[in-house]
Protein backbone atom coordinates (compact mmCIF):
# COMPACT_ATOMS: atom_id res chain seq x y z
CA UNK A 1 0.00 0.00 0.00
CA UNK A 2 1.32 3.45 -0.62
CA UNK A 3 1.48 5.85 1.90
CA UNK A 4 -1.02 9.05 1.27
CA UNK A 5 -1.45 10.33 4.94
CA UNK A 6 0.04 13.84 5.52
CA UNK A 7 1.74 14.76 8.91
CA UNK A 8 1.69 18.71 9.35
CA UNK A 9 4.37 19.44 11.51
CA UNK A 10 4.94 23.12 12.51
CA UNK A 11 7.22 24.51 15.25
CA UNK A 12 5.18 28.27 15.93
CA UNK A 13 2.57 28.66 13.49
CA UNK A 14 -1.26 27.80 14.05
CA UNK A 15 -1.30 24.23 12.55
CA UNK A 16 -4.91 24.18 12.91
CA UNK A 17 -5.36 26.64 10.24
CA UNK A 18 -3.16 24.39 7.70
CA UNK A 19 -5.55 21.55 8.26
CA UNK A 20 -8.53 23.32 7.92
CA UNK A 21 -6.76 24.31 4.03
CA UNK A 22 -5.85 20.55 3.69
CA UNK A 23 -9.34 19.47 4.47
CA UNK A 24 -11.19 21.89 2.40
CA UNK A 25 -8.52 20.74 -0.48
CA UNK A 26 -8.79 17.09 -0.33
CA UNK A 27 -11.48 15.55 2.76
CA UNK A 28 -10.23 12.11 1.84
CA UNK A 29 -6.95 12.85 2.52
CA UNK A 30 -5.65 11.16 6.46
CA UNK A 31 -4.15 13.98 8.18
CA UNK A 32 -2.07 14.49 11.32
CA UNK A 33 -0.87 16.84 13.42
CA UNK A 34 2.41 16.25 14.75
CA UNK A 35 3.57 14.66 17.37
CA UNK A 36 0.37 12.58 16.80
CA UNK A 37 1.07 10.37 13.78
CA UNK A 38 -1.59 7.85 14.20
CA UNK A 39 0.08 4.81 11.93
CA UNK A 40 3.03 6.44 10.85
CA UNK A 41 3.09 3.62 8.37
CA UNK A 42 0.47 5.56 6.50
CA UNK A 43 2.14 9.13 6.40
CA UNK A 44 3.49 10.00 2.82
CA UNK A 45 3.65 13.52 2.96
CA UNK A 46 5.35 15.91 5.60
CA UNK A 47 4.33 19.93 5.43
CA UNK A 48 6.45 21.16 7.79
CA UNK A 49 7.94 25.04 9.12
CA UNK A 50 11.00 24.14 10.99
CA UNK A 51 9.37 21.14 12.67
CA UNK A 52 10.82 19.89 15.87
CA UNK A 53 13.91 17.27 16.16
CA UNK A 54 12.65 13.87 15.68
CA UNK A 55 9.74 14.34 12.87
CA UNK A 56 11.34 12.16 10.40
CA UNK A 57 12.86 9.26 12.11
CA UNK A 58 8.99 7.94 12.60
CA UNK A 59 7.92 8.99 9.04
CA UNK A 60 9.63 5.47 7.23
CA UNK A 61 7.13 5.60 4.29
CA UNK A 62 7.22 9.41 3.76
CA UNK A 63 7.48 10.37 -0.10
CA UNK A 64 8.02 14.07 -0.27
CA UNK A 65 8.84 16.83 2.33
CA UNK A 66 6.84 20.49 1.67
CA UNK A 67 8.46 23.25 3.14
CA UNK A 68 6.01 25.81 4.15
CA UNK A 69 8.02 28.80 3.35
CA UNK A 70 10.14 30.04 0.42
CA UNK A 71 13.32 29.33 2.47
CA UNK A 72 14.58 25.99 3.28
CA UNK A 73 17.24 26.96 5.81
CA UNK A 74 15.36 25.54 8.26
CA UNK A 75 15.47 22.08 6.97
CA UNK A 76 18.88 21.42 4.58
CA UNK A 77 20.54 22.66 7.69
CA UNK A 78 19.68 19.53 9.59
CA UNK A 79 21.32 16.17 10.03
CA UNK A 80 18.37 13.82 10.35
CA UNK A 81 16.74 14.75 6.51
CA UNK A 82 15.26 11.58 4.93
CA UNK A 83 16.40 11.00 1.18
CA UNK A 84 12.62 12.36 -0.36
CA UNK A 85 12.20 15.26 -2.51
CA UNK A 86 12.01 18.68 -0.48
CA UNK A 87 9.56 21.15 -1.96
CA UNK A 88 10.20 24.70 -1.60
CA UNK A 89 6.94 27.62 -1.91
CA UNK A 90 7.01 29.51 -5.22
CA UNK A 91 3.57 30.85 -4.94
CA UNK A 92 2.11 34.07 -6.78
CA UNK A 93 0.75 35.18 -3.29
CA UNK A 94 4.13 35.15 -1.27
CA UNK A 95 5.49 36.38 -4.55
CA UNK A 96 3.05 39.63 -4.00
CA UNK A 97 3.67 40.28 -0.57
CA UNK A 98 7.80 40.11 -1.02
CA UNK A 99 6.97 42.64 -4.08
CA UNK A 100 5.32 45.10 -2.06
CA UNK A 101 7.75 44.89 1.16
CA UNK A 102 10.80 45.35 -0.99
CA UNK A 103 8.80 48.09 -3.25
CA UNK A 104 7.84 49.83 -0.29
CA UNK A 105 11.70 49.95 1.38
CA UNK A 106 13.27 51.52 -1.39
CA UNK A 107 10.77 53.82 -1.85
CA UNK A 108 10.58 54.87 1.67
CA UNK A 109 14.53 55.33 1.68
CA UNK A 110 14.69 57.06 -2.30
CA UNK A 111 11.99 59.68 -1.18
CA UNK A 112 13.21 59.97 2.56
CA UNK A 113 10.33 59.37 4.23
CA UNK A 114 11.91 58.88 7.70
CA UNK A 115 13.67 61.87 7.21
CA UNK A 116 10.13 63.29 7.17
CA UNK A 117 8.79 61.58 9.63
CA UNK A 118 11.17 63.25 12.35
CA UNK A 119 10.16 66.17 10.41
CA UNK A 120 6.74 65.72 11.38
CA UNK A 121 7.62 65.33 14.74
CA UNK A 122 9.72 68.55 15.52
CA UNK A 123 6.77 70.13 13.08
CA UNK A 124 9.30 71.39 10.83
CA UNK A 125 8.65 72.53 6.88
CA UNK A 126 11.84 71.31 5.23
CA UNK A 127 12.07 70.16 1.39
CA UNK A 128 14.65 68.05 0.48
CA UNK A 129 16.15 67.33 -2.79
CA UNK A 130 14.77 64.47 -4.89
CA UNK A 131 16.85 62.28 -7.13
CA UNK A 132 14.68 60.80 -9.62
CA UNK A 133 14.71 56.99 -10.10
CA UNK A 134 16.46 56.75 -12.84
CA UNK A 135 19.30 58.27 -10.80
CA UNK A 136 19.65 55.58 -8.05
CA UNK A 137 21.06 52.37 -8.96
CA UNK A 138 19.33 49.87 -7.16
CA UNK A 139 21.11 46.08 -6.48
CA UNK A 140 19.23 42.58 -5.72
CA UNK A 141 21.77 40.16 -4.59
CA UNK A 142 19.83 37.06 -5.26
CA UNK A 143 17.85 37.12 -8.62
CA UNK A 144 15.43 33.93 -8.16
CA UNK A 145 11.81 33.95 -7.61
CA UNK A 146 11.54 37.23 -5.39
CA UNK A 147 14.50 38.86 -6.68
CA UNK A 148 12.97 38.76 -10.70
CA UNK A 149 9.71 40.30 -9.35
CA UNK A 150 10.80 42.62 -6.95
CA UNK A 151 13.24 43.78 -9.87
CA UNK A 152 10.44 43.99 -12.73
CA UNK A 153 8.15 46.17 -10.61
CA UNK A 154 11.68 48.62 -9.79
CA UNK A 155 12.37 48.75 -13.13
CA UNK A 156 8.73 49.68 -13.80
CA UNK A 157 9.25 52.42 -11.48
CA UNK A 158 12.41 53.92 -13.59
CA UNK A 159 14.90 52.98 -10.87
CA UNK A 160 18.22 51.76 -12.25
CA UNK A 161 18.32 48.04 -11.48
CA UNK A 162 21.28 45.16 -11.72
CA UNK A 163 20.93 41.84 -10.23
CA UNK A 164 23.33 39.48 -8.66
CA UNK A 165 23.42 35.52 -8.55
CA UNK A 166 25.25 32.63 -8.78
CA UNK A 167 24.96 31.79 -12.09
CA UNK A 168 23.80 33.97 -15.34
CA UNK A 169 20.42 35.29 -15.42
CA UNK A 170 18.56 37.57 -17.65
CA UNK A 171 15.73 40.01 -16.69
CA UNK A 172 14.14 42.75 -19.08
CA UNK A 173 15.81 45.74 -17.92
CA UNK A 174 18.12 44.34 -15.38
CA UNK A 175 21.88 44.34 -15.71
CA UNK A 176 23.41 41.29 -14.82
CA UNK A 177 26.14 40.21 -12.91
CA UNK A 178 27.07 37.22 -10.86
CA UNK A 179 29.61 35.14 -8.86
CA UNK A 180 32.54 35.84 -6.59
CA UNK A 181 34.68 37.77 -9.54
CA UNK A 182 31.50 40.35 -10.43
CA UNK A 183 30.53 40.97 -6.80
CA UNK A 184 32.58 43.95 -6.48
CA UNK A 185 31.65 45.61 -9.59
CA UNK A 186 28.52 44.70 -8.88
CA UNK A 187 28.40 46.60 -5.24
CA UNK A 188 30.51 49.74 -6.71
CA UNK A 189 27.15 50.34 -8.75
CA UNK A 190 24.87 50.19 -5.99
CA UNK A 191 23.14 53.05 -4.16
CA UNK A 192 20.56 50.55 -2.36
CA UNK A 193 21.33 46.90 -1.91
CA UNK A 194 18.43 44.60 -1.81
CA UNK A 195 19.30 41.13 -0.53
CA UNK A 196 17.17 38.09 -1.28
CA UNK A 197 19.44 35.40 -0.63
CA UNK A 198 18.89 32.42 0.47
CA UNK A 199 20.75 30.80 3.65
CA UNK A 200 23.21 28.42 2.60
CA UNK A 201 26.75 27.73 3.43
CA UNK A 202 28.15 30.43 0.87
CA UNK A 203 26.00 32.95 1.99
CA UNK A 204 26.02 32.73 5.50
CA UNK A 205 27.73 36.29 6.98
CA UNK A 206 27.74 38.05 3.65
CA UNK A 207 26.38 41.25 4.79
CA UNK A 208 29.09 42.15 6.68
CA UNK A 209 31.62 45.14 6.69
CA UNK A 210 33.66 44.61 4.30
CA UNK A 211 31.02 44.01 1.75
CA UNK A 212 29.42 47.18 2.71
CA UNK A 213 32.52 49.36 2.40
CA UNK A 214 32.47 48.29 -1.45
CA UNK A 215 28.65 49.95 -1.76
CA UNK A 216 28.95 53.04 -4.32
CA UNK A 217 29.78 56.24 -2.60
CA UNK A 218 28.85 58.29 -5.18
CA UNK A 219 24.84 57.98 -5.19
CA UNK A 220 22.12 60.49 -5.12
CA UNK A 221 20.71 59.69 -1.47
CA UNK A 222 23.64 60.92 0.52
CA UNK A 223 25.36 57.36 1.10
CA UNK A 224 24.12 53.34 0.65
CA UNK A 225 21.42 51.74 2.03
CA UNK A 226 20.86 48.37 3.09
CA UNK A 227 17.74 46.36 2.55
CA UNK A 228 17.61 42.36 3.67
CA UNK A 229 14.65 40.38 3.86
CA UNK A 230 16.16 37.01 2.66
CA UNK A 231 17.54 35.41 6.30
CA UNK A 232 19.07 36.94 9.29
CA UNK A 233 22.11 34.85 9.16
CA UNK A 234 23.50 36.80 5.88
CA UNK A 235 23.70 39.49 8.15
CA UNK A 236 26.28 40.51 10.50
CA UNK A 237 24.17 43.45 13.03
CA UNK A 238 27.51 44.37 14.77
CA UNK A 239 28.95 45.52 11.36
CA UNK A 240 25.78 46.95 10.54
CA UNK A 241 25.14 49.25 13.49
CA UNK A 242 29.07 50.30 12.97
CA UNK A 243 28.20 50.88 9.05
CA UNK A 244 25.62 52.98 9.87
CA UNK A 245 27.45 55.05 12.95
CA UNK A 246 30.50 55.50 11.10
CA UNK A 247 28.56 56.80 7.88
CA UNK A 248 29.34 53.73 5.30
CA UNK A 249 25.48 52.91 5.47
CA UNK A 250 23.03 55.95 5.41
CA UNK A 251 20.33 53.32 6.73
CA UNK A 252 18.92 50.28 6.37
CA UNK A 253 15.65 47.95 6.30
CA UNK A 254 15.84 44.63 8.05
CA UNK A 255 12.59 41.89 7.89
CA UNK A 256 15.06 39.07 9.17
CA UNK A 257 17.64 38.88 12.07
CA UNK A 258 20.33 36.70 13.77
CA UNK A 259 17.93 35.96 16.34
CA UNK A 260 14.63 35.91 15.96
CA UNK A 261 12.28 37.70 17.27
CA UNK A 262 14.84 40.51 17.70
CA UNK A 263 16.23 41.08 20.97
CA UNK A 264 15.15 43.96 23.03
CA UNK A 265 18.82 45.19 23.75
CA UNK A 266 19.75 45.07 19.85
CA UNK A 267 21.03 48.71 19.45
CA UNK A 268 19.43 47.97 16.27
CA UNK A 269 15.86 49.17 17.77
CA UNK A 270 16.72 52.45 18.73
CA UNK A 271 18.34 53.99 15.56
CA UNK A 272 16.24 56.28 13.54
CA UNK A 273 17.63 55.31 10.44
CA UNK A 274 17.06 51.42 10.71
CA UNK A 275 13.37 50.09 9.82
CA UNK A 276 12.28 46.72 11.70
CA UNK A 277 10.03 44.61 10.55
CA UNK A 278 9.02 41.34 12.34
CA UNK A 279 9.98 39.14 9.74
CA UNK A 280 6.28 39.44 7.63
CA UNK A 281 7.72 40.45 4.58
CA UNK A 282 6.13 37.79 2.70
CA UNK A 283 4.31 35.71 4.79
CA UNK A 284 2.77 32.00 4.26
CA UNK A 285 -0.81 31.97 4.13
CA UNK A 286 -2.56 28.33 4.67
CA UNK A 287 -5.38 29.44 1.97
CA UNK A 288 -3.16 30.53 -0.72
CA UNK A 289 -0.51 28.46 -0.75
CA UNK A 290 -2.24 24.72 0.50
CA UNK A 291 -4.68 24.06 -2.96
CA UNK A 292 -1.04 24.17 -4.43
CA UNK A 293 0.72 21.89 -2.61
CA UNK A 294 -2.34 19.03 -2.77
CA UNK A 295 -2.13 19.74 -6.60
CA UNK A 296 1.37 19.11 -6.62
CA UNK A 297 0.95 15.87 -4.22
CA UNK A 298 -2.17 14.72 -6.99
CA UNK A 299 0.18 15.17 -9.88
CA UNK A 300 2.77 12.87 -7.70
CA UNK A 301 1.27 10.53 -7.13
CA UNK A 302 -0.24 10.37 -10.96
CA UNK A 303 2.83 9.79 -11.87
CA UNK A 304 4.17 13.37 -12.56
CA UNK A 305 7.25 15.03 -11.15
CA UNK A 306 7.45 17.42 -8.40
CA UNK A 307 8.12 21.22 -9.08
CA UNK A 308 10.66 23.43 -7.10
CA UNK A 309 12.04 20.71 -5.68
CA UNK A 310 15.76 21.99 -3.48
CA UNK A 311 18.87 21.42 -4.60
CA UNK A 312 20.29 20.24 -1.66
CA UNK A 313 23.91 20.61 -2.69
CA UNK A 314 23.20 23.93 -3.14
CA UNK A 315 21.19 24.26 0.02
CA UNK A 316 18.27 26.33 -1.85
P1 LIG B 1 15.25 31.30 -5.21
O1 LIG B 1 15.84 29.98 -4.89
O2 LIG B 1 14.26 31.39 -6.31
O3 LIG B 1 16.41 32.36 -5.54
C1 LIG B 1 17.61 32.39 -4.83
C2 LIG B 1 18.55 33.33 -5.57
O4 LIG B 1 19.74 33.48 -4.80
C3 LIG B 1 18.97 32.77 -6.94
O5 LIG B 1 19.05 33.82 -7.86
C4 LIG B 1 20.35 32.22 -6.65
O6 LIG B 1 21.24 32.22 -7.76
C5 LIG B 1 20.86 33.21 -5.63
N1 LIG B 1 21.96 32.63 -4.86
C6 LIG B 1 21.95 31.52 -4.07
N2 LIG B 1 23.18 31.31 -3.57
C7 LIG B 1 23.97 32.27 -4.06
C8 LIG B 1 25.35 32.57 -3.93
N3 LIG B 1 26.17 31.82 -3.18
N4 LIG B 1 25.84 33.64 -4.59
C9 LIG B 1 25.03 34.39 -5.39
N5 LIG B 1 23.71 34.17 -5.55
C10 LIG B 1 23.19 33.12 -4.91
O7 LIG B 1 14.63 31.85 -3.85
P2 LIG B 1 13.43 32.87 -3.64
O8 LIG B 1 13.66 34.05 -4.50
O9 LIG B 1 12.12 32.18 -3.75
O10 LIG B 1 13.62 33.24 -2.10
C11 LIG B 1 14.82 33.82 -1.64
C12 LIG B 1 14.85 33.82 -0.12
O11 LIG B 1 13.95 34.77 0.40
C13 LIG B 1 14.43 32.52 0.56
O12 LIG B 1 15.47 31.57 0.56
C14 LIG B 1 14.11 33.00 1.96
O13 LIG B 1 15.26 32.93 2.79
C15 LIG B 1 13.73 34.46 1.78
N6 LIG B 1 12.31 34.70 2.09
C16 LIG B 1 12.02 35.57 3.10
C17 LIG B 1 10.73 35.84 3.42
C18 LIG B 1 10.39 36.86 4.44
O14 LIG B 1 9.22 36.99 4.80
N7 LIG B 1 11.37 37.62 4.92
C19 LIG B 1 9.61 35.18 2.73
C20 LIG B 1 10.02 34.30 1.67
C21 LIG B 1 11.33 34.06 1.38
P3 LIG B 1 20.93 31.34 -9.07
O15 LIG B 1 19.84 32.11 -9.79
O16 LIG B 1 22.22 31.38 -9.80
O17 LIG B 1 20.50 29.99 -8.59
C1 LIG C 1 9.82 32.01 3.95
C2 LIG C 1 9.66 32.91 5.08
O1 LIG C 1 10.93 31.51 3.74
O2 LIG C 1 8.50 33.21 5.46
O3 LIG C 1 8.84 31.78 3.23
O4 LIG C 1 10.64 33.41 5.62
Known amino acids: MTARGIVIAIGEWNAHEWADAVHAADPS ?8 VGDAADIGYA ?20 SLGAGVDHLVFRDDL ?36 AQQRA ?5 LEQ ?7 VGIMGMGVLGRAAAAVLVGLGFDVAGWSRRPSTAPGVRDFHGAAELGAFLARTDILVSLLP ?22 LGGPVLINAGRGGLQVEADIVAALHAGVLAGASLDVFETEPLPAESPLWGREDVVITPHCAAASTAVALVPGMMRQIATFEAGGALANVVDRGAGY
Open 131 to 137: PAAREVR
Open 199 to 220: LTRETRGILNMGLLRQLARDGK
Open 82 to 117: PDVPIVRVVDADLTQRMVEWVVLQVLMHHRRQRTYD
Open 47 to 66: LVWRPPAGVFARLRNLRAVF
Open 29 to 36: RRLWLWPD
Open 123 to 127: RQWHE
